[in-house]
């Protein structure tokens, strides 16, 4: 694992490759105007993100985390700035991203399989392709055996992991995951990192992903940013060079794991970084 600060990157040793950018934010700033006031959630927002890679997105409430999402997905447009998604301008609701959120927006009435499907209804996919593909991503999360369980039949983890599939199923080339484990139990979220960092390494997906949790961000991604107090900037940048597939004890107990770590913590402002 390597911290690569910024100084580093100014003196061209590290240069990133900017070969295969998917994504590019460029000096973004979103200010909402509302009757009663007028906030600006982001500012000066840079961030250029490769094909394939993971990056960990950590920062205070409130910072605007969800609002940078929102801004790639083409929910929110920048108010200064531009957003570039594989080469084209962001300015309305993208189809080429997929979207987890915190709760997982299960329609209790349909099963397993219908709720991912609902994504293919919703963009006009032909049926049969679709459920080919339902049937890869049901295996691998492992939820093979629950295609026909209705969401009240499944605990919470699985819920969260058939909203990944629901993401997935249209192939999007970008995953965004806004704090999709915080509402679970600290196991169960244990079990879920380990399964989306398989995901990651098995699909090659590119996914930007909020997280409170310090060890969370670090044991999943390729790249940690860690986000200021409102108005929300980028502050700080690691680069973790850890490989692609990495089990999850041995990552934890890693040293260099817990530098990162204390770093983020630090900048985030306390001992244990808000988890
Ligand atoms: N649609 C909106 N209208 C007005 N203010 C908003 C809206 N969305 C977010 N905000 C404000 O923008 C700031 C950033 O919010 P958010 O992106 O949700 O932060 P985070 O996800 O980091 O907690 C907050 O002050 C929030 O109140
Ligand atoms: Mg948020």
Not at 9 to 34: N, Q, Y
Request: proline letters at 5%; glycine letters at 8%.
């Amino acid at each position: 694992m390597t911290l690569i600060t910024d100084e580093r990157k100014a003196e061209g040793t590290m240069a990133p490759d900017r070969s295969d950018t998917l994504l590019d934010v460029a000096d973004v700033g979103i200010r909402f105007e509302t009757k009663r006031r007028s906030v600006q959630a982001l500012e000066h927002v840079d961030l250029t993100v490769q094909r394939g890679e993971f990056i960990s997105i950590v920062g205070p409430s409130g910072c605007g985390k969800s609002t940078l999402l929102r801004a790639v997905a083409g929910l929110t447009l920048p108010t200064s700035g531009r957003i570039e998604l594989r080469g084209s301008e962001v300015t309305a609701p993208r189809k080429d991203v997929g979207f987890v959120f915190q709760r997982p927006a299960l329609l209790p009435w349909r099963d397993v399989r219908r709720n991912i499907m609902l994504q293919a209804e919703m963009r006009g996919i032909d049926k049969r392709a679709a459920n080919a593909r339902c049937d890869e991503l049901l295996e691998l999360t492992s939820l093979t055996d629950f295609a026909k369980a209705l969401p009240h039949e499944l605990s919470g983890g699985m819920q969260q992991r058939v909203s990944l599939c629901r993401a997935l199923l249209h192939d999007p080339d970008v995953l965004l995951m806004d704090e999709p484990f915080g509402a679970l139990d600290a196991l169960t979220r244990e079990h879920l990192n380990v399964e989306l960092q398989r995901v990651w390494a098995q699909t090659n997906k590119t996914i930007l992903l909020v997280t409170h949790s310090v060890p969370e961000a670090v044991y999943l991604a390729s790249r940690v940013v860690v986000m200021g107090p409102r108005p929300g900037r980028i502050i700080e940048e690691f680069d973790i060079d850890l490989p692609h597939e990495r089990e999850y004890e041995p990552t934890l107990e890693d040293q260099r794991f817990h530098a990162v770590a204390g770093r983020v913590r630090e900048l985030l402002g306390s001992p244990m970084g808000g988890d």
